[in-house]
């Protein structure tokens, strides 16, 4: 496990923590004039790591099944086998990446409806905020929403398989790529807790900043998502081809 990959993973974890569900819907949270209780927003917090988590996993550990399930070879079969599916994982992942780069560039807050869709993300969050079960399927339902945007997370998955960790090292990878993901929410949890009215006025003037260019903002996190994942996917050939050149 090399440190460009970690340094990689926690980019592409910290571009998962700027989107709706991880980082608006928390800020809105913060900013409900009702005093949201704290650890109801942690619970929020948790629900939608945990969801992610799942799904990384789940993903992970079945690519990482499915490639040890691979019938044994012998002779030069033995060498060619594992060639072939690095090759096929890296492409996997280049085609992940530019479909980031590509998708990235039809998000855009100029277009008709996307503030409608931050507006009602908000005031979904409004009704929620004053009870626990509903924050839990508040988070459940963002994290639904956002698996067509979930790319980069996807991305990071097909880099973990493709780098060839063990399982052990996807246990201990999956949960801290998710923690960092919704670190900057808790970050902004513990200063509105220590701080008070102190930071609501930067609260809401980052609120105002990312609702009014939501869209735009994700489309520029996708295709900074897509450059990482395609760079480390063609280095990734390249170093393949090398090899068998």
């Not at 409004?126 to 079960?133: D, E, G, V």
């Not at 609702?211 to 170093?239: K, M, V």
């Amino acid at each position: 496990m090399s440190i460009e990959l970690i340094v990689v993973l926690a980019g592409l974890a910290l571009i998962d923590s700027t989107s709706i569900g991880t980082l608006l819907i928390p800020i809105w949270l913060l900013l409900d004039h009702r005093q949201i209780d704290g650890s109801r927003l942690l619970i929020y917090l948790l629900t939608i790591g945990g969801f992610y988590l799942v799904v990384g996993l789940t993903l992970a550990l079945g690519a990482d099944w499915l490639l040890a399930a691979e019938p044994s070879q012998t002779g030069s079969d033995a060498q060619t086998q594992p060639g072939i599916l690095d090759a096929a994982l890296s492409g996997l992942q280049l085609l992940v990446g530019a479909g980031l780069f590509w998708i990235s560039f039809r998000f855009d807050s100029s277009k008709p409806g996307a503030a409608e869709r931050v507006e009602r993300w908000k005031q979904r969050t409004h009704q929620a905020s004053t009870s626990t079960r509903v924050l839990i399927s508040l988070a459940l339902l963002a994290a639904l929403a956002e698996v067509a945007t979930m790319l980069p997370y996807l991305g990071a998955i097909a880099m973990m398989t493709a780098a060839d960790l063990s399982r052990f090292q996807l246990l201990i990878l999956m949960p801290i790529y998710c923690l960092i993901m919704i670190l900057p929410a808790i970050v902004l949890l513990l200063l509105r807790q220590a701080l008070h009215d102190q930071i609501q006025s930067t609260l809401i003037k980052v609120d105002q900043w990312i609702s009014r260019n939501a869209e735009s903002a994700l489309g520029w996190t996708l295709g900074i998502a897509g450059f990482l994942i395609a760079q480390d996917a063609i280095g990734r050939l390249y170093a393949l081809y090398t090899q068998l050149a």
